[in-house]
């Protein structure tokens, strides 16, 4: 079965410092895709990253890099130097191709980056 | 358009109304998707279309939630006789293929029933 676990329900931390969300996955496919989204108070969906399962590089953008590995099925998000602009709720996803695309969403992190 | 379109933004019913959702998605995409988001965050995937045909409907409580894509027209979705655990946001995303699943989401719809 198809699963999203973010352990972490609720994180603060000061501004300034670096942030590691994490997420675990599991799927029976060998494809897949991953991703991951912000939500921030005005409700809206920022999509992220979007990551396939035969590309297992690390991705940096800016402040925020994320750390695929397949042997753990996991999918970290870290932000470096966290701002307060930060402050959102993330979400890991997950879409095996071949069952019908929908996207199943874990319960998402609430990060609170404290001025 | 080149985003996904959702109306109304906030929609407030009594209960055991009708409430009636639409979404307009991105021009040339030709696959929708209804997720419901209840207030403890917690997404819920309803139902997807390719083009104006159910695609997936695993997800429809489907007593009372009936969904359409109709060509030329936004897409709906529609829960008749609303119940107070309706109250969420609905999102609808939009993607061009079924392949790369990257779906584009719309601002969402606050539903909420008194």
């Known amino acids: 079965a198809q699963k999203v676990t973010q352990a972490q329900t609720e994180i603060s931390v000061v501004e300034k410092e670096d942030v590691t969300l994490d997420c675990v996955y599991e799927t029976r496919d060998t494809t897949y895709y991953l991703f991951w989204y912000k939500q921030p108070p005005s409700g809206e969906l920022v999509f992220l990253i979007r990551r396939n399962s035969f590309d297992e590089q690390n991705e940096i953008s800016g402040r925020y890099s994320w750390n695929f590995q397949k042997s753990t099925s996991s999918f970290n998000f870290t932000i470096t130097a966290s701002q307060v602009v930060d402050s959102a709720v993330y979400f890991c996803?997950?879409?095996?191709?071949?069952?019908?695309?929908?996207?199943?969403f874990g319960k998402g992190t609430r990060l609170h980056i404290l001025p | 358009g080149e985003e996904v379109a959702q109306t109304p933004k906030h929609l407030v019913r009594g209960e055991g109304q009708k409430a009636k959702l639409y979404c307009a998605p991105i021009?040339?995409?030709?696959?929708v998707f209804w997720y419901q988001q209840v207030l403890k965050n917690e997404f819920k995937f309803l139902i997807s279309?390719?083009?104006?045909?159910?695609?997936?409907e695993t997800g429809m409580p489907k007593e009372r939630f009936s969904a359409k894509c109709l060509p030329n027209s936004p897409c709906s979705l529609e829960i008749q006789a609303t119940k107070l655990e309706d109250s969420a946001v609905y999102f609808c995303?939009?993607?061009?293929?079924?392949?790369?699943?990257?779906?584009?989401f719309g601002p969402g719809t606050r539903l909420t029933v008194l």
């Open positions: 995303a939009s993607s061009q293929s079924n392949r790369y699943n990257e779906q584009f």
């Open positions: 996803a997950l879409s095996e191709e071949g069952r019908d695309d929908k996207i199943i």
């Open positions: 021009k040339g995409h030709s696959y």
């Open positions: 279309f390719q083009n104006e045909n159910v695609f997936d």
